[in-house]
């Protein structure tokens, strides 16, 4: 996959969402501003516009305002959101464009409390594992029960030493079971 293909098959659904306000991402998706930016103009570069979405360059700075207040909320969590970016950096696809700020993004989106696609502004499930296949191909692969993603990052946390999810020894005891394995969308 080239970076257009990258840009048109996930980022673009991110951004769209995140103009909307349909994402439970930060300010800048969780970036830096010129990291967010540089995402914006190769966006413009294949023809997607942001004409009239509240994305446009004047509005940044307002989200650099908001970005205050919002930085305080991920700061409590960023021990939590680093173990998670180190986690999906394990298995990061070192070919791809933007896989670095998949990891960033991703792991900002799983504080939010909703299905990881829909935090995530994608438009359903399946885009959220291809982008998974793609960018961190090994974890994708070690989901062999078909895990909800946000469940099945936690669950790896806490089978190396974490204490995010699980109460119980095992799955088959445990009273989350339905949370973390029914998989309707
Ligand atoms: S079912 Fe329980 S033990 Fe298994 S991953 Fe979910 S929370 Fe952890």
Same mark, same amino acid.
């Given at each position: 996959m080239g970076r257009r293909d990258e840009l048109l098959r996930f980022w673009q659904h991110i951004i769209t969402a995140y103009c909307a306000d349909q994402t439970t991402l930060p300010p800048f998706l969780g970036l830096s501003r010129n990291e967010?930016?540089? $995402?914006i103009t190769q966006l413009h570069k294949i023809g997607f516009s #942001?004409?009239?979405h509240p994305c446009s360059s004047q509005i940044l700075d307002q989200?650099?305002?908001?970005?205050? #207040?919002?930085g305080d909320l991920i700061q409590l969590r960023e021990d939590e959101?680093?173990?998670l970016s180190q986690l999906l950096t394990e298995s990061?696809?070192?070919?791809?464009?933007y896989a670095n700020l998949a990891v960033r993004v991703m792991s900002?989106?799983?504080?939010?409390s909703s299905h990881l696609w829909s935090d995530l502004g994608l438009p359903e499930r399946p885009? #959220?594992?291809?982008?998974?296949?793609?960018?961190?191909?090994? $974890?994708?692969?070690?989901?062999?029960?078909?895990?909800?993603?946000?469940?099945f990052f936690y669950k790896q946390l806490c089978e190396s030493g974490g204490?995010?999810?699980?109460?119980?020894p095992s799955c088959e005891e445990c009273s989350s079971y339905s949370e973390c394995y029914t998989v309707t969308d």
């Open positions: 967010f930016s540089d $995402l #942001l004409n009239g989200y650099t305002a908001k970005q205050h #207040l919002f959101i680093a173990q990061i696809n070192k070919d791809s464009f900002c989106a799983c504080m939010g885009v #959220l594992s291809e982008m998974i296949r793609y960018y961190f191909p090994a $974890l994708h692969g070690k989901n062999v029960h078909n895990m909800r993603w946000k469940r204490d995010y999810v699980c109460r119980a």
